[in-house]
């Protein structure tokens, strides 16, 4: 029998919310990274489009192009044995039209191999996500705060606060689910509303800044690793502060060569 662990699938995602159990996504961007989440029993690993921010030092996502997204959505799936692996869909890569969508969404999935497309929007990206869905390409949804809309949701803040903009949302995630999504992101939203939507769904939410009672959450994994010390939102919390131990590694390596004790005779090679 192969020792290979069985691949989590869409289905089984789904499965996760009717049996109540949660989700645990976190993001990668390289091979080493996505084999050690993985090797730690993540259930989906996400190749976000905030690799433009946290590996390029761009302000935004929005600059990030769909070459990028497919180079690292590759080098990432080769280092997954488990997890299911899906990649964001950069900003203008299906939001002008379905068949550009179309043509985006399934070159990730020819040159990357990985399972699922991540694409923002509510309602009026149903149409879109139900022609991926029709065509074989499973999407998971993002709602709430959407980086790719940041300049016209005014900057990075909570969404869905008020009872019609509550309505909206949830009614956002019906049409997603209608139109096929198999998991919707909620991002910066009241802890209420993104239970409304929880509940209002048959398919997973996966929650970032929203609380507690969605049914999976993700974290970008250099924020939770503490690499990124200046970013510390309200939802953050830090499970390790690696910042400080590169930081001291690096200038204990320093001292080492400059004064000579590196390398000796033990990490040196006789002849």
Do not use: W
Not at 204 to 222: N, Y
Not at 236 to 242: D, G, S, T, V
């Amino acid at each position: 029998m192969s020792n290979e662990p069985k691949p989590v699938t869409v289905l089984d995602l789904v499965r996760m919310k009717r049996e109540g159990r949660r989700i645990v996504m976190l993001t990668a961007y390289d091979a080493l990274f996505a084999s050690l989440v993985d090797e730690a029993g993540v259930d989906v690993v996400l190749v976000g489009d905030s690799l433009n921010t946290v590996l390029c030092g761009e302000e935004t996502t929005l600059s990030a192009t769909l070459d990028q997204m497919i180079y690292h959505g590759s080098i990432v799936r080769a280092g997954v044995r488990r997890a299911l692996v899906a990649v964001d869909m950069p900003f203008l890569s299906y939001q002008v039209s379905v068949e550009d969508a179309k043509r985006s969404a399934g070159r990730v999935l020819k040159e990357t191999g990985v399972q699922a497309v991540k694409l923002e929007g509510g309602a009026t990206m149903a149409p879109t996500v139900g022609a991926l869905v029709e065509i074989g390409i499973p999407v998971m949804g993002h709602l709430g705060f959407t980086p790719q809309s940041m300049h016209a949701l005014g900057g990075y803040r909570v969404q869905g606060r008020g009872e019609d903009a509550a309505k909206r949302l949830v009614a956002d995630a019906k049409a997603l689910e209608d139109a096929g999504a198999f998991s919707i992101v909620l991002e910066l939203m009241p802890s209420e509303v993104a239970r409304q939507i929880t509940e209002a769904v048959s398919i997973p939410t996966i929650g970032i800044g929203s609380g507690p009672q969605c049914d999976g959450q993700v974290l970008v994994l250099h924020d939770m690793l503490g690499l990124n010390p200046g970013f510390e939102p309200k939802f953050l919390k830090r499970y390790a502060e690696l910042a400080d131990s590169v930081k001291q590694a690096v200038s204990a390596f320093g001292t080492d060569v400059r004064e000579g004790h590196y390398p000796d005779e033990s990490h040196s090679y006789d002849e």
